[in-house]
């Protein structure tokens, strides 16, 4: 079999089709370790409060995150695995406004103070599917309590097929400096098997009005793997992605789990790629990215060479927490909204997944978490293993081992055959003093990763994971 080499710069990766062929399986994407399904019930709201509360004695003084999850959605796409409710009824985000506002409103008085943020994300379902006033109420409760800082990056997730250049507009107002487009694929065939029918106009319109209103970066959403796409299909959205120049794209694998995301059994499975093709099309739509310039950060993102994220990986800062790779350090994210997940100093926490549930905790002026954990020393050890090797390629042994006191042969001595095997097929190269991921073993990184996870080997799991290609 041919093994294709395609080089990155300045970050070299090469997809090796057999290795990714051999090694292919499931695993998890690592937005955090321990990974939520790991969380449990034994962590609560009063755990969680004392966690926000430590903030205000001076646990930690940087800057914090922000998400905030907007379930709503108008129409359903078939693919889709996201927490979300379909509804063309606007008044209930009405409501659902009013619980946020009760919701940051106790965060705001655990914490104490009126804190910093530095990165703000609203994601779904479809933020956009709020109305401009809506958008306003919601920005104002956020500015009454926290502090938006004039440098931070303030992101939000945009469905094209609903949203006019006014709207885009009146986002830059409000401070929003970056947005994620959902595109998936332009092809009319796909997009009616997935009841996402979106088009390029629509969607350049809203990339022109982002320029206009001065946003700094556009990142686009491509999915492989959907129904009734072929090897060559995706050739042309990813040859039409690339003229409409956005800042970043993400190519993500399509996770068909039908009996864990109910939508996708709306699929025809008779019409999904087979594997082999799958990998012809991500082979193919990754020699394009490359030809035109995009860097490979990472797992399923490509950068610009002159993009924040690309020069937070040279400089070997990138950092990777629940929304995905960020350029900030590893501050602390609180999540605001239905199912939203935040990580706290050495917590974990998830709000209930229900609205009904997380309208119940509210009305009873209780903090709606469902469930948590707090990080054991081996967690935090293994997370800043699995951290360095996301976001860096690279891993020191000496650094680990001043940090956590620990020597690293000795902690990791189950861990060191599989590591040797990993290097024998070139994925790695290790010398006892640096583990560093090879141009092979980048697309297979969380492969790589999966080996530090001491909770993946000894306790099972029903999660279900995504392959890793």
């Known amino acids: 079999m041919m093994t294709a080499h395609f080089a990155f710069t300045p970050t070299l990766c090469v997809f090796d089709r057999e290795l ?117 109420r919601i920005m104002g409760v956020i500015n009454r309590h926290f502090e938006l800082l004039p440098e931070g990056e303030f992101s939000i997730e945009i469905d094209p097929r609903k949203v006019g250049r006014d709207t885009v507009l009146h986002l830059g107002r409000l401070g929003f400096n970056r947005m994620s487009i959902g595109i998936q694929d332009f092809d009319p065939a796909v997009q009616q098997a997935v009841n ?110 002159n993009d924040e994220l690309t020069r937070a990986l040279e400089q070997g800062r990138l950092q990777r927490n629940f929304q995905g790779y960020s350029t900030h350090a590893d501050c602390d994210m609180i999540g605001l909204g239905v199912s939203s997940i935040g990580k706290v100093g050495a917590s974990y926490s998830q709000n209930e997944k229900e609205l009904d549930a997380y309208y119940a905790a509210l009305d009873a002026g209780r903090l709606p978490v469902m469930r948590g954990m707090t990080l054991t020393a081996d967690d935090i050890l293994r997370r800043s293993v ?47 003093d640096f583990l560093m991921v090879e141009p092979k073993g980048r697309f297979l990184i969380r492969n790589i990763a999966m080996v530090f996870d001491r909770h993946l080997r000894e306790r099972e799991t029903k999660a279900r994971y995504s392959k890793t290609i």
């Open 20 to 136: 990714i062929e051999t090694l292919e399986g499931a695993g998890p994407r690592y937005t955090s370790y321990p990974t939520a399904d790991r969380f449990h019930a034994g962590f609560g709201m009063q755990d969680y409060a004392a966690c926000l509360a430590q903030r205000s004695i001076g646990a930690n003084h940087r800057g914090i995150s922000l998400y905030v999850h907007i379930p709503f959605c108008n129409t359903i796409c078939y693919y889709c695995g996201c927490n979300k409710i379909i509804t063309k009824d606007k008044s209930r985000a009405d409501a659902y406004i009013d619980y946020l506002e009760k919701e940051i409103m106790l965060v705001a008085q655990q914490l104490g103070c009126r804190e910093k943020v530095i990165q703000l994300h609203f994601g779904g379902g479809t933020p956009t599917f709020l109305s401009d006033e809506q958008l306003d």
């Open 386 to 432: 699995i951290q360095a090797l996301m976001c860096r390629f690279s891993l020191s042994v000496c650094a680990i081992e001043e940090t956590f006191a620990i020597n690293f042969a000795d902690y990791f001595a189950e861990e060191l055959p599989r590591i040797r095997e990993l290097q024998q097929m070139g994925l790695v190269s290790f010398d006892g």
């Open 196 to 305: 996402r029918l979106q088009s390029e106009e629509e969607t350049q319109l809203v990339i022109d009005a982002a320029r206009e209103a001065g946003f700094k970066s556009i990142s686009v959403d491509l999915i492989y793997g959907l129904p009734k796409q072929t090897a060559h299909s995706l050739e042309a959205t990813v040859n039409k992605v690339i003229a409409m120049s956005p800042e970043r794209i993400a190519l993500y694998n399509y996770a068909h789990l039908p009996t864990v995301f109910l939508p996708q059994r709306r699929i025809n499975e008779s019409e999904l790629p087979d594997s082999t093709t799958k990998l012809d099309i991500l082979q193919n739509s990754v020699q394009q990215l490359n030809d035109a310039g995009y860097v490979f950060i990472g797992m399923d993102h490509f950068a610009k060479p």
